[in-house]
């Protein structure tokens, strides 16, 4: 990128400018955002240090060999959906994500719902989730009334239980005659309200909706969104990604702005709608080429990021213990949750497997 461009993409309002584009947790202390503050004393109930994202973008037979033999040093081509995210969430927060698609809002709702492994980082979960995303959690070939029995065992209801509301949930859904239907005849809307129905007569501490309300109908969202406002007077703690800022701002107390697999901004909702609404305004005034310039450095930093950049990042966070430090670079520097102690009893495994197969082809018979 030129200097030029630089100049013009450097952002209003933005206290690190262009060429310091990660927010660690000590500066989102300094700055006080109120997302990071327990303002309600109520119990800290999902908390993330650094979580991060690799995905592999390479998909050629020989790079899927490389990596399976070499998986410390594989020369794949990587992309960061998630470049070290740092946030708490107390009981009873409803907290809105936000950001320009592609910036890693469903890659860390599904971290959150286990349904993604993070790559690295400290994430810790007090109760039970569930995600409510239109795109996965139903099994395209069965029925409607099949996924509600499916989901509900899954969630370790009893066959009883699941008797007992399984009208309530059907009639919730307001599908019909389609609730026999295999789910692979539906459209979005109609997976959506299925599985919005499934999600909120479950009862989970953690909702976590992604996108789901934005396809139904007018009046299924209507009265989706005031069942949420009963989870929310319950003291439920909710994720809601939304494009939609009405609804975030309807409904939700705070929210995280995600940009670019960084966690841009997270405080009070209407602060936040705020600098994401005077952000939009300033990038859709750029010239195109200098959009795409924006765009493409951005992504360029999120494929050339790595375990250094984020150890020298977590170095300065003043607000993790020197312990708490050392284990999360400890976990970033393996990649992921695996210990140097759990490669070697992998490798171990797999090498006591294979002479155990060769073995038994030349003396087993
Ligand atoms: N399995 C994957 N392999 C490679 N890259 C992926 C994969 N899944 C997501 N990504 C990339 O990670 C980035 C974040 O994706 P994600 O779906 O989390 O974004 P999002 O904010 O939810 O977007 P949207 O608003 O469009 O739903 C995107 O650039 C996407 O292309």
Do not use: C
Request: glycine residues 8%; neutral net charge.
């Amino acid at each position: 990128m030129t200097e030029d461009i630089k100049k013009a993409v450097y952002e209003p309002n933005d206290p690190r400018g262009l060429d310091e584009p990660f927010l660690p947790v000590s500066v989102a202390k300094q700055l006080d955002l109120p997302g990071n503050h327990n303002n309600s004393e109520a119990p800290l109930k999902v908390s993330g240090r650094y979580i991060t994202k690799e995905y592999d973008m390479g998909t050629s037979r020989n790079e899927k060999i490389q990596a399976i033999l070499n998986p410390l040093k594989s020369d794949k081509e990587k992309f960061w959906g998630l470049k070290g995210i740092s946030f708490d969430v107390f009981e009873g927060d409803v907290v809105g994500v936000i950001g320009v698609n592609g910036s890693g809002k469903s890659t860390l709702l599904n971290i959150l719902s286990g349904a993604l492994a993070e790559t690295s980082g400290r994430l810790k979960i007090k109760g039970q989730t569930s995600l409510l995303s239109v795109w996965d959690g139903l099994r395209d070939n069965l029925t409607g009334l099949e996924n509600i029995r499916l989901k509900s065992l899954m969630m370790g209801l009893s066959n009883k239980e699941i008797d007992d509301q399984i009208d309530d949930i059907s009639d919730f859904s307001e599908l019909g005659k389609f609730i026999k239907q295999p789910v692979k005849n539906y459209s979005s809307g109609m997976r959506s309200k299925l599985g919005f129905s499934i999600a909120v007569h479950q009862d989970p501490d953690i909702m976590i909706i992604d996108e789901a309300l934005s396809v139904g109908d007018q009046t299924f969202t209507r009265k989706a969104l005031n069942k949420m406002k009963e989870f929310k007077a319950a003291g439920k703690t909710i994720f809601f990604v939304s494009h939609a800022l009405g609804q975030i701002e309807e409904f939700t107390d705070k929210t995280m702005w995600i940009q670019y697999g960084e966690l841009r901004a997270y405080g009070d909702t209407e602060t936040i709608l705020q600098e994401y609404k005077d952000w939009t305004k300033w990038y859709n005034q750029l010239d195109d080429d200098v959009k795409k310039s924006y765009v493409a450095a951005r992504k360029q930093a999120q494929n050339d990021f790595n375990r250094q950049q984020l150890t020298e990042r977590i170095a300065l966070d003043q607000h993790l213990t020197n312990t708490e430090k050392k284990k999360i670079v400890r976990d970033n520097a393996v990649g992921g949750r695996l210990s140097w102690w759990n490669w070697l009893l992998a490798f171990a495994g797999t090498g006591i497997l294979i002479y155990a197969v060769y073995a038994y082809m030349y003396f087993g018979r």
